[in-house]
């Protein structure tokens, strides 16, 4: 079955300090990869995606994030945590073709930043 | 460069009585959805449409209704509100780009609506 699994549901870092969020899916192909930020009372906002080409891909607000086939993982990483970055993150996954009846989502990480 | 806007984005509704949350986007999507955001849960997805005239059901559809008559909204009515209906509820859209499988497309989100039903 397809799945997301973010495994951590609660980090807190220092700020400065660097972070990595985990991702980790199950899917028979090279499915389509998204992370996603929720600030708190706010919508959902791209941070990046990943559909194809170079496994390191680099998104909005310093994050860069990097597939890895052989752990099927799409991990987030930021070299430096700022006060602005906590929130809620969410990987999600779509497969090739599919429509938007089979986007899923991850059950999120909150990140916490401690000053 | 409204994007997607939800209304109400509070709500309190009785246990029986009956609401419309309304979304609106203003980019020609041909795709919109609906989730719900409960905690420890994630979002998952209510309802979707991949145009006027088409709906479909997603993963907890139950207890809830949709169409979409223009491209632009895509009202959530609870019929006949429940306490297992309070919730976050976003809307989304996303557009398909030409020679793009469907799998790429770029979900927009609304802010949310936060109903409670007592």
């Not at chain 1, 959902?44 to 099927?72: C, H, M, N, P, W």
């Not at chain 1, 497969?95 to 089979?102: E, I, K, R, T, V």
């Not at chain 2, 997607?4 to 309304?22: A, D, E, N, R, W």
């Not at chain 2, 849960?41 to 559809?61: C, F, K, N, W």
Request: aromatic share 12%; charged share 15%.
């Amino acid at each position: 079955a397809q799945s997301v699994t973010q495994p951590d549901i609660h980090i807190t870092v220092s700020e400065g300090a660097s972070l990595e969020l985990r991702c980790n899916y199950s899917y028979g192909a090279t499915p389509y990869l998204f992370w996603y930020v929720q600030s708190p009372g706010q919508g959902l906002q791209l941070l990046l995606k990943y559909f194809s080409g170079d496994t390191l891909v680099q998104g909005i607000k310093g994050f860069e994030a990097e597939f890895k086939r052989s752990q099927s993982s799409f991990n987030l990483r930021k070299p430096s945590v700022h006060w602005s970055d906590a929130a809620e993150y969410f990987c999600l996954m779509r497969n090739y073709g599919g429509s938007q009846g089979n986007l899923i989502f991850g059950k999120g990480t909150k990140l916490s930043v401690k000053p | 460069n409204a994007g997607v806007t939800q209304t109400p984005k509070f709500q309190v509704l009785k246990t029986g009585q009956s609401m419309t949350l309304q979304c609106a986007q203003d980019m020609n999507h041909e795709y919109m959805s609906w989730y719900r955001q409960d905690p420890g849960m994630g979002l998952r997805l209510i309802h979707y449409s991949v145009g006027a005239g088409i709906t479909d059901q997603g993963e907890v559809p139950n207890g809830y209704n949709v169409s979409r008559s223009t491209t632009e909204d895509f009202p959530l009515r609870l019929l006949s509100a429940a306490p297992s209906q309070t919730s976050v509820y976003f809307c989304a859209s996303s557009y398909s780009m030409l020679g793009t499988p469907s799998g790429a497309n770029v979900l927009t989100f609304g802010a949310g609506s936060r109903l409670t039903v007592l």
